[in-house]
């Protein structure tokens, strides 16, 4: 498959559905519960980090140029110090330690993982904190993504950033905690989402070429359709549920 251009089509449709994923992330980036009874107290602490680091200077990265304008101009609205400069996670742009903190849901899991989690590590100051989230291997979303893979006879990827004992190497030597958490994505039918993310999600955009090469396009779009429609959860309209984990880093010295 050609490299992915995230420029291409309407990834913020996609982003609209994933922001419940991205506000586990930010909430993760405050201390977790350790106790059950201190739960009210953590979770006034995670708001307080959360608003932290909404309002704090902010630098995004990512090599869709496209994508950093739209961030751009959510940042200028809310009136965030913010920067956002093209580039990839294996080559960020920051002296040793100079972040308190870095977070990336679903964005550097599409890097190159040994060298993107070192160049984390090494950002990130004693004491601050990596967030990231990465899908699991289960569920009917990742299964059109094998099933998509197979047709176009591309190799499985290796799971890598799905893969809590890949992930927990990745990060030796630092305070690493992974949590699996679920996120539900609804549409009218299953026709109306299949038809969203064929038309608009760049992965589907870059693959098609391909299908259409070798002649499976359609055949693509049916069996993707039919997994959906086995795994639907909303009888009369459609959900599908995926999830995936949140890897919290704590930074040690
Ligand atoms: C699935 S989208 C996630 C975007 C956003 N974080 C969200 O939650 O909607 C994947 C993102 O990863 C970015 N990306 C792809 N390859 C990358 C790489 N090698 N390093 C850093 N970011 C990358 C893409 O540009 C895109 O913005």
């Given at each position: 498959?050609?490299?992915?251009d995230w420029?291409q089509g309407?990834y913020?449709?996609?982003?609209?559905?994933?922001?419940?994923?991205?506000d586990?992330a930010?909430?993760?980036?405050?201390?977790?519960?350790?106790?059950?009874?201190?739960r009210?107290?953590v979770?006034?602490r995670q708001?307080?980090?959360?608003?932290?680091?909404r309002r704090g200077h902010?630098?995004?990265?990512?090599?869709a140029?496209r994508?950093?304008?739209?961030a751009?101009?959510r940042?200028?609205?809310?009136g965030?110090?913010?920067?956002f400069?093209?580039?990839?996670?294996t080559?960020?742009p920051f002296?040793?330690?100079?972040?308190?903190?870095a977070?990336s849901?679903?964005?550097v899991?599409f890097?190159?993982?040994?060298?993107?989690?070192l160049?984390?590590?090494r950002?990130?100051?004693p004491?601050?904190?990596?967030?990231l989230t990465?899908?699991t291997t289960t569920?009917?979303?990742a299964?059109?993504?094998?099933?998509?893979q197979?047709?176009?006879?591309i190799?499985p990827?290796?799971?890598?950033?799905?893969?809590?004992?890949?992930?927990?190497?990745?990060?030796?030597?630092?305070?690493?905690?992974?949590a699996?958490?679920?996120?539900?994505?609804d549409a009218?039918?299953?026709?109306?989402y299949?038809?969203?993310?064929?038309e608009?999600?760049?992965?589907?955009?870059a693959?098609?070429p391909v299908?259409r090469?070798?002649g499976?396009?359609?055949?693509a779009?049916e069996?993707?359709?039919?997994i959906?429609?086995?795994?639907n959860?909303?009888?009369?309209?459609?959900r599908t549920?995926s999830s995936?984990?949140?890897v919290?880093?704590g930074?040690?010295p």
């Amino acid at each position: 498959m050609n490299r992915i251009d995230w420029g291409q089509g309407r990834y913020e449709l996609t982003a609209d559905r994933l922001a419940p994923a991205a506000d586990v992330a930010v909430a993760a980036l405050a201390p977790q519960p350790g106790r059950a009874d201190r739960r009210r107290r953590v979770r006034h602490r995670q708001r307080r980090a959360a608003d932290r680091a909404r309002r704090g200077h902010r630098h995004g990265r990512g090599p869709a140029e496209r994508l950093l304008g739209v961030a751009r101009e959510r940042a200028a609205a809310e009136g965030a110090d913010a920067a956002f400069v093209p580039g990839e996670g294996t080559a960020l742009p920051f002296a040793d330690g100079e972040l308190d903190a870095a977070i990336s849901v679903f964005g550097v899991i599409f890097a190159e993982a040994r060298a993107a989690a070192l160049e984390l590590r090494r950002v990130v100051r004693p004491g601050g904190r990596i967030v990231l989230t990465a899908w699991t291997t289960t569920g009917p979303l990742a299964e059109v993504g094998r099933t998509l893979q197979g047709i176009m006879g591309i190799p499985p990827t290796p799971a890598t950033w799905s893969d809590p004992d890949v992930l927990r190497e990745l990060f030796a030597g630092h305070r690493v905690s992974i949590a699996e958490e679920r996120i539900a994505f609804d549409a009218p039918s299953v026709e109306a989402y299949v038809a969203e993310h064929a038309e608009h999600h760049p992965m589907w955009l870059a693959g098609t070429p391909v299908l259409r090469e070798i002649g499976r396009e359609d055949e693509a779009r049916e069996r993707v359709t039919a997994i959906f429609a086995d795994a639907n959860e909303a009888p009369g309209a459609f959900r599908t549920t995926s999830s995936y984990y949140v890897v919290t880093v704590g930074v040690l010295p």
